[in-house]
């Protein structure tokens, strides 16, 4: 499989995955079958979306693509005709987002990268890609974004971005700077989750 493939797969996967995790959330609220397109939609393709818009990619590739949409659309009926067989996963939104979250992050960084941007911008790009539907999707459904709560959410998309582009300029061969950051990714948000790990808060005596 060639580079350009591998990262064409990667995307299509990150927007199968936040798409499953913006359809269950919309499902679990009681939405239409219009609202759970939508849902899974923004939050498949919110990130990417932002992401093409501040690196100079127009028209971005969630709106001009055929395949983006297809693909949340497909999720979302997924969800809609099977949606007690997936509930039955454990933590499924949550599971389904960390796996996005991963696979975005990674994406995102190498396409800043690809179309000429330093190794900060990549860095920064990259979460912006990964945490930016999870944002949209929160607050469409009116309820706190995960990135400002304590979790370890938007710090496991920094290691993931960080890590490929680190590959990218260390010459990594492309499975290593690709699927080793998205495993780091994962497995740190999945570990988060699991093992209750989180940020510490910022300790001190609040205002009167």
């Known amino acids: 499989m060639g580079e350009h493939t591998l990262f064409n797969v990667i995307d299509l996967a990150g927007t199968f995955a936040f798409a499953i995790s913006g359809a269950l959330a919309a499902r679990r609220e009681d939405f239409d079958a219009f609202g759970v397109l939508a ?5 498949a393709c919110g990130g990417g979306i932002v992401r093409d ?3 100079g990619a127009i028209p971005p590739a969630g709106l001009s693509d ?3 949409l297809f693909t949340a659309a497909v999720a979302a009926v997924l969800v809609m005709v099977a949606y007690r067989q997936v509930e039955r996963l454990t ?7 960390a796996m996005g979250l991963g696979l975005f992050a990674v994406y995102g960084a190498h396409k800043a990268l690809v179309m000429g941007h330093n190794a900060e911008v990549a860095v920064l790009v ?3 890609t990964a945490v930016g539907g999870g944002v949209a999707r929160d607050v469409l459904l009116n309820r706190t ?3 400002m709560q304590h979790e370890i959410y938007a710090s496991a998309a920094v290691l993931g971005a960080g890590l490929a582009v ?8 492309p499975e290593w700077s690709t699927w080793l950051p998205i495993a780091a990714c994962f497995g740190l948000r999945y570990l988060a989750l699991r093992l209750h790990w989180n940020l510490p808060k910022v300790m001190g005596e609040r205002e009167p």
Request: net charge neutral; aromatic share 22%; charged share 10%.
């Open 91 to 97: 933590y499924p939104v949550r599971l389904f987002d």
């Open 126 to 128: 990259g979460t912006l």
């Open 53 to 55: 818009l501040c690196i």
């Open 66 to 68: 055929w395949r983006y």
């Open 145 to 147: 974004v995960v990135i």
């Open 166 to 173: 680190l590959g990218e300029y260390l010459g990594w061969a």
């Open 39 to 43: 849902i899974a939609f923004v939050t």
